[in-house]
């Protein structure tokens, strides 16, 4: 299928005008398996090895994809890396590299409980560690660890759940036009683009939002006791703060780097002069523990959150998601 969209590409581009460059195309196997690399060496002869696995990007059980990519399903390729740790009687401990705004509820749960699982059937530690963002249910993930550490500057929190209703039809108004559903019940088209949301259909949105803010704010309570009252009411009106703070509110146990949470994974296993490794696919960069992956970082905006591989508007649904203003 790659191959396929290369090859259409190259054909555009050499019929736009004369004068193209020439496109040389080298078909790559395509492959789902991981390749395990080390990216922070351990004392010599240790087999003990700390994982570093990634949360980046949009949190969501759904396929990402773009010109020429194929994409990846977050919770799949996760679930992957947490298979391959938790079979591997040499990993000690993993550590979760976080850089996310979050996404959709029912995605970063499931990440979420996969952790709590793996801890349960294996005892591992596991440390999260926040780079540049770790929000709303990036934040919610990170709640699964024994530890977490921040950078000072890095942004937490936005600890909440956003629905996003958008309706057209004054614009469709205007221009002649009327969507008409036929339904099988009164709520069945709730959300729709085509209609205003109305008061009763608002309250039971608003029900549900109310339900998944229950069930995050009860995981900060159980994950995070220390968190005094007028932090915790602070910390779950949605607002995000920097590493720093959320050290002193007690969201986080202190600030450091990606080497300080490997440094501590290796002390919580007992494994001093364990390696760092990384699961990668074959044929990506992964030369050091910051190693990038291949897609941008996010930006957002209220109205749309420009994803790696994604220029549209996010779908419908759910959200544990934190969306900056420009």
């Known amino acids: 299928m790659r191959f396929t969209a290369l090859v259409l590409t190259a054909l555009l581009a050499l019929s736009a005008g004369c004068g193209s460059p020439s496109l040389l195309i080298t078909p790559v196997a395509n492959t789902n398996e991981l390749k395990e690399e080390v990216v922070q060496g351990g004392a010599p002869w240790n087999h003990q090895k700390i994982a570093i696995i990634e949360v980046e990007g949009m949190i969501s059980n759904s396929r990402a994809g773009g010109l020429l990519q194929q994409g990846e399903n977050a919770v799949s390729l996760f679930t992957q890396q947490l298979e391959a740790a938790e079979r591997d009687r040499n990993v000690k401990a993993i550590v979760l590299r976080i850089n996310s705004p979050g996404g959709t509820v029912t995605g970063s749960d499931t990440i979420y409980q996969l952790l709590r699982r793996f801890k349960q059937r294996t005892g591992k530690p596991i440390i999260a560690s926040a780079q540049e963002v770790a929000a709303s249910g990036a934040y919610y993930i990170a709640l699964a660890s024994d530890k977490i550490i921040v950078q000072p500057t890095s942004i937490v929190g936005s600890i909440g759940v956003i629905f996003n209703s958008f309706e ?23 959300g729709s683009l085509y209609k205003p949301l109305q008061p009763e259909e608002r309250a039971l949105m608003q029900e549900i939002v109310d339900e998944y803010f229950a069930k995050f704010t009860a995981l900060v309570r159980e994950r995070r006791p220390g968190i005094a009252d007028e932090a915790f009411n602070k910390a779950t009106d949605g607002r995000v703060v920097s590493g720093q703070k959320a050290v002193s509110w007690g969201l986080a146990d202190q600030t450091g780097l990606l080497t300080d949470a490997i440094t501590l994974a290796r002390q919580m296993s007992g494994a001093r002069g364990a390696r760092a490794i990384l699961y990668k696919r074959p044929f990506g960069y992964s030369g050091s523990i910051y190693a990038s992956t291949s897609d941008p970082q996010p930006t957002a905006n209220v109205m749309k959150l420009a994803l790696p591989d994604s220029t549209t508007p996010l779908p419908g ?10």
Do not use: N, P, Q
């Open 317 to 326: 649904g759910f959200y544990y998601l934190w969306e900056a203003g420009r």
């Open 168 to 190: 057209f039809s004054g614009t469709m108004a205007k221009l002649g036009v009327r969507a008409d559903a036929i339904k099988s019940g009164k709520f069945k088209d709730i």
